[in-house]
């Protein structure tokens, strides 16, 4: 930061510089070093003495305001409820049980009888004859030809080694199945219709009088007197134990830290700019007029 801070207050200082090599006057500083003008209007190179910036850093001591810790105590009012049990009358109500007599209504049901005639249709069976066609199936006998196998073979006697060596000879079925046709006798069926009689029960309905005992209710009222146990509300005064809480005003000593400001001296760095003679050296460019006036 202190070289960005220089560098601008030397551009600063060096265009300053420029403005009081033109005007020496009004800088109150010391005139330049006299140049005669040239002969000719040629390029000239000439010495200077400038006032240029320096910057230079001052350590100061300044006041500073810095907050410290410290630890302080303070007292405090605090309130403190204390329990205190005490004995108090109180008016309870109880509920005390009483027999009382009471006369009450109800109501008794009796069942009477009474005879009942009325009409009634009821279902008589009887047996009627009755007459149908039914469907009946009948064998039928007939002649069918069929083809059939039947064994034409022969015995023949065939000789052979048994395991002596010996030959011996034995008989043997040699088959010959030859097919024919014969006639058979075959039953099939065959459905004819004929009529029959049958006994049927049939219902006819038939009024008849009959007579039955139905049952009424009569509802008579009566009164009675019981005896019930109602609750009885009751006041009474017991002695009982009351705890209420009584506030005490105590003092406490509180610890806490506080921030206390404090003026220290802190040493900083200040910039600070000096003027200072510089000699430089510069080229002075060729006049274009054409008197020949020589150097501005």
């Known amino acids: 930061m202190r070289g960005?801070?220089?560098?601008?207050?030397?551009?600063?200082?060096?265009?300053?510089?420029?403005?009081?090599?033109?005007?020496?006057a009004l800088a109150g500083g010391p005139a330049p070093t006299a140049v005669q003008a040239p002969a000719t209007c040629a390029p000239q190179v000439i010495t200077k003495t400038i006032m240029v910036p320096q910057v230079t850093y001052k350590t100061m001591t300044v006041k500073a305001m810095v907050c410290r810790p410290e630890a302080r105590q303070t007292t405090v009012k605090v309130c403190k409820l204390i329990p205190e049990t005490k004995t108090a009358t109180c008016q309870l109500t109880v509920m005390v049980p009483e027999q009382r007599k009471q006369t009450v209504a109800y109501t008794e049901c009796h069942m009477t009888y009474e005879d009942v005639t009325r009409n009634v249709?009821?279902?008589?069976?009887?047996?009627?004859?009755?007459?149908?066609?039914?469907?009946?199936?009948?064998?039928v006998?007939?002649?069918?030809?069929?083809?059939v196998c039947k064994d034409m073979g022969k015995w023949e006697t065939k000789a052979y080694v048994d395991a002596c060596g010996c030959t011996c000879t034995c008989p043997v079925w040699v088959p010959n199945i030859v097919t024919e046709q014969v006639q058979v006798t075959v039953y099939k069926p065959q459905f004819v219709e004929e009529p029959y009689t049958f006994e049927a029960v049939v219902c006819t309905p038939e009024v008849k009088q009959i007579t039955q005992r139905i049952a009424k209710p009569i509802y008579e009222t009566k009164t009675r007197e019981i005896t019930c146990t109602v609750a009885v509300p009751r006041f009474v005064e017991r002695q009982m134990p009351v705890t209420t809480c009584r506030p005490v005003i105590e003092e406490k000593v509180l610890n806490y830290t506080a921030m206390v400001p404090t003026q220290v001296d802190r040493q900083i760095s200040v910039p600070v700019c000096n003027w200072v003679p510089k000699t430089v050296t510069c080229t002075v460019p060729a006049c274009d007029c054409n008197s020949g006036c020589g150097w501005r």
């Open 4 to 24: 960005s801070l220089g560098f601008a207050l030397s551009s600063v200082f060096v265009v300053a510089a420029s403005l009081l090599i033109e005007r020496p």
């Open 121 to 139: 249709t009821v279902m008589v069976p009887h047996t009627e004859t009755k007459q149908a066609v039914r469907t009946v199936c009948k064998p």
């Open 141 to 147: 006998q007939a002649q069918e030809m069929r083809t």
